[in-house]
């Protein structure tokens, strides 16, 4: 179970709330809600408020992280969304590989 729908679902159940509740008390539209839901993007806000309304972490609904409470995490106040070491280094292999690729365009023209 890694998606965000999935972890919202069961938190929700879990506390006897439902997608009505969740969205009133996150300040989030049902209709927004159900778009984050069924497309499983949202917004850092969005998934912060979700998560302070469910007393869980970012990085928990997000399935960075199987603990839902992270221990000595400021995550809120930062701002900021764990990522995995592996996932950020695969990102700077990509971004220096469209480097790459644009220097060579560039040179050929």
């Known amino acids: 179970m890694k998606r965000i729908e999935d972890r919202i679902r069961v938190l929700i159940a879990e506390r006897?709330?439902?997608?009505?509740?969740?969205a009133i008390q996150s300040?989030?539209?049902e209709a927004?809600?159900?778009?984050?839901?069924?497309r499983n993007d949202a917004k850092?806000?969005?998934?912060?408020?979700?998560?302070?309304?469910?007393?869980?972490?970012?990085?928990?609904?997000?399935?960075?992280?199987?603990?839902?409470?992270?221990p000595n995490a400021k995550e809120q106040q930062a701002g900021f969304v764990n990522i995995k070491m592996d996932e950020v280094l695969d990102?700077?292999?990509?971004?220096?590989?469209?480097?790459?690729?644009?220097l060579m365009k560039e040179n050929k023209i």
């Open 16 to 22: 006897n709330m439902t997608l009505l509740q969740l």
């Open 27 to 29: 300040k989030i539209t």
């Open 32 to 38: 927004t809600l159900h778009a984050i839901l069924n």
């Open 44 to 70: 850092y806000s969005q998934l912060s408020r979700i998560a302070g309304v469910l007393d869980v972490s970012v990085s928990y609904l997000t399935g960075e992280s199987d603990l839902q409470k992270l």
């Open 91 to 102: 990102m700077q292999r990509q971004i220096i590989d469209l480097q790459n690729r644009l």
